[in-house]
């Protein structure tokens, strides 16, 4: 009896010294697809489902990760706002901080998941991974994409490999970078991709594999006293005259404007007036493109194309979407309002 218990006692602590060895790993939840379940109350979808409960839905993670919860929001990512991406990075700073932690996972909704992914990815000052991750399929769906992209996630959180590669959105068996990512589909699982240089590589039960690193990456560290300033952006289509950059100039205070250009970031002559209007106020304005891929450039004189609009102050936003240049405009703004600077922001 003396010998059996010695055993099992021995194997109990063996058991925990194990677990105790096992990467730390901090899940962030925010709430979106990936925690909400069918109402038939209400007829539609609900949040529903906690940070814990998305954990009950990987138990095997266990044996690969210890893994901590906490709730920082519980709301659709079309109500994500920036106050919460400020809240939410000072976290993730602090979680990193502390030598016990590996990684970072982000739970969070695909609507603006990859401007929160690309926020994190100039603000977490760390080298180690922070994940965001979501789902296309509701828990209460019989095929949600949900568990399988979580456990993803903190198997990405634990690599050694993905240590020094910012922020990083894995859905889909896929790792992709945060600046490069975007949505592409409203239902498919598959919809995170990177159009132009493909993901960084994939995530799955058997392991996880890098085939590339992202190069153009940079660090603008949050002050404790950080507020964001109002950044809006105005797509250009045909006929766009310039009155909605006018009325948000009435509508006021505006901090910075990002403009969604044809092609390679043209507008019309009639809202080139209403950008000029904007910048004889010296407010700052980017001009990206509504296109999906590709560099905005300067190569047309014509009134309201590139070289007119650089004439007048405006800041290129290299490959930036319009969503992703208003996320690095409403940073660098919190260090300077110089043209020039601003444009070395997003050169880098």
């Not at 919460?84 to 901080?97: D, G, M, P, Q, T």
């Not at 000052?125 to 965001?132: I, L």
């Not at 990083?168 to 132009?196: C, P, W, Y």
């Amino acid at each position: 009896m003396r010998h059996l218990t010695a055993t099992f006692l021995a194997l109990v602590v063996t058991g925990l010294c194990a677990a105790a060895e096992l990467p730390l790993v901090k899940v962030l939840s925010t709430g979106g697809t990936i925690a909400i379940r069918y109402d038939p109350v209400q007829k539609g979808f609900v949040p529903a489902l906690s940070g814990e409960q998305l954990l009950e839905g990987i138990p095997d993670i266990k044996t690969v990760a210890r893994v901590e919860v906490e709730s920082v929001a519980t709301i659709g990512s079309s109500d994500m706002t920036p106050d919460i991406w400020l809240k939410l990075s000072r976290r993730v700073n602090e979680v990193l901080a502390d030598p016990v932690v590996a990684g970072v996972v982000v739970t969070h909704g695909t609507d603006t998941m990859e401007e929160t992914a690309y926020f994190l990815d100039l603000t977490v000052t760390s080298q180690k991974p922070v994940v965001v991750v979501g789902a296309q399929r509701a828990a209460s769906i019989k095929d949600t994409d949900g568990p399988r992209n979580l456990s993803n996630a903190i198997r990405v959180a634990i690599s050694p490999e993905a240590v020094g590669k910012g922020a990083m959105i894995v859905m889909n068996d896929e790792i992709n970078a945060a600046r490069e990512v975007t949505k592409t589909s409203t239902l498919d699982v598959g919809t995170f991709r990177t159009l132009e240089f493909g993901k960084l590589g994939y995530a799955s039960e058997d392991g996880v594999r890098f085939y590339r690193a992202p190069l153009r990456r940079q660090t603008i560290p949050l002050a404790a006293d950080t507020r964001l300033g109002r950044v809006e952006i105005v797509m250009h289509y045909a006929g766009a005259d310039g009155r909605l950059i006018r009325a948000l100039l009435k509508d006021g205070p505006l901090d910075g404007l990002v403009i969604a250009g044809l092609g390679l970031g043209h507008v019309s002559s009639a809202m080139f007036d209403a950008i000029e209007e904007v910048r004889a106020r010296t407010i700052p304005v980017v001009i990206s493109t509504r296109v999906y891929t590709g560099r905005v450039l300067p190569l047309y004189a014509a009134k309201g194309s590139g070289v007119s609009l650089v004439k007048i102050g405006c800041v290129e936003a290299d490959n930036l979407s319009p969503q992703k240049a208003r996320v690095l405009l409403m940073l660098a703004l919190t260090r300077t309002k110089e043209t020039r600077e601003l444009a070395a922001y997003f050169d880098r």
